[in-house]
């Protein structure tokens, strides 16, 4: 039978084709298939059987077919060999039914739990499995496996295949895909508790992080393993395919419509007419979030203390000095779908503000040196965080610490009533306070992700995207 390659095809043609392609997110190659079949159907099917009796087994079996005109994304999924890879099959019809095409690799640890005919089966193309394998590479081959997509999605992620990432192996298919693709990768981890705490796993975890890679999970609860139980559970398939919709929704609507409440920056506690309380909070971090949501789409409202970093565009910015006047403008600012306070609330404030300068010499001085009392500011954060009928249905703060910070965080939490925390290393060697560098840790009622060291802006974008994709779940209240 004669054939045509692309290549073949007259300039004119070739990019009328190519533009037809990338309308319909499909390669070259998958559009000529649509185009065929439908010719072949307008004709009549049957017409051809007449000319050309079918033979099953001369007839070419498309090895993918192309994708349906319903699923308008491409997603690769890589399933590592865990007891979770079970679950992938299921991740697979929960991406299908987001109209996500989804292509299959399994590595040859996976196919010790899985098979590549039940993976094929549910995702409604050839699975792959090899790097060597003939057919593959003449039809689709690891490049265009690698690229021919929107995202890589590596679920179960196993502590080998991560190690294998982030040393940039490329022994099998799998890996070999990883790293040949120039789209975003997904991982979920799943894995013994052990081993996703050991030092090894956490550096490689630390370098995919740096270098780019997403990650969902991995959840705390029990093991396959009799009497284990810890952190390493697979994401739940409804929260990786969440992940998903996140990392795939255009950016700039992953947020569309949500009211986003945010506080920024410090407050500054009166003494008298000219001194204040205070503290280093240069509110980068807090106005970083805010035009990130409202990069994202949101309808944003910033409570900033006194800042010297200008207000962001497209959002409206309530200015406060004390804890009181804030807590009031966040009051006012409700109802929010989304609350995040990210302000260095000063904890006190003079229990007496002087109307007038406070003199040294003042006569009422004791000895021993000036005594000023204090009394507690109210908690903005808890007091929204433990509303009844007004409560946002996602409550965050921050917990700035110079020392055992995820344990502190994981304390305040609860101590609070928020829903997650994003803890930060604010000891005077990291730099933080006033920087524009921040390393933090999000804490969540069952995980907590280290995140690299990035700037404000990258680490607003990451929280950003972390919302979109919770707020993608179905409403589970343990998953907030
Ligand atoms: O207790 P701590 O100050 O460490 O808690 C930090 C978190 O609580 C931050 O999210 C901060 O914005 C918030 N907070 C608050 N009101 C306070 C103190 C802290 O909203 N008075």
Redesign the pocket.
Known sequence: MASLTVRQLDEKLKTLLRLRAARNRRSMEDEVRVILRQAAEATGLEALDLIEPPNPAATPQPARPAVAPTETRRVVLIIGGGIAAYKSLDLIRRLRERRCAVRCILTAAAQEFVTPLAAGALAGEHAFTDLFDPRSELDVGHIRLARDCDLVIVAPATADLMAKMAGGHADDLATAVLLATDKPVLLAPAMNPQMWRHKATRRNLAQLLQDGVRTVGPNAGEMAERGEAGTGRMAEPMEIAAAVEALLAPAASALAGKRVLI?SGP?HEPIDPVRYIANRSSGKQGHAIARAAADAGAVVTLVSGPVTVPDPPGVTVTHVES?RD??AA?EAALPADIA????????WRAAQTSGQKLKKEAGDTPKEGFRLALT?????????AHLKDTRPSLV??????TERVVE?AKA?LK??G?DW??ANDVSPESGVMGGDLNRVHLVTADRVEDWPTQSKDEVAQMLIARIAAALALPIRKDAR
Not at 340 to 347: L, Y
Not at 376 to 384: A, C, G, K, M, V
Not at 396 to 401: N, P, S
């Open positions: 506080t407050t804890a804030m807590l966040v995040i306070f990210a302000a260095a609330v000063a904890d507690e500011n109210p908690d903005i954060l808890s007091t929204i965050i703060g921050f917990a700035a610490e502190h305040k101590r609070k928020c925390i994003l």
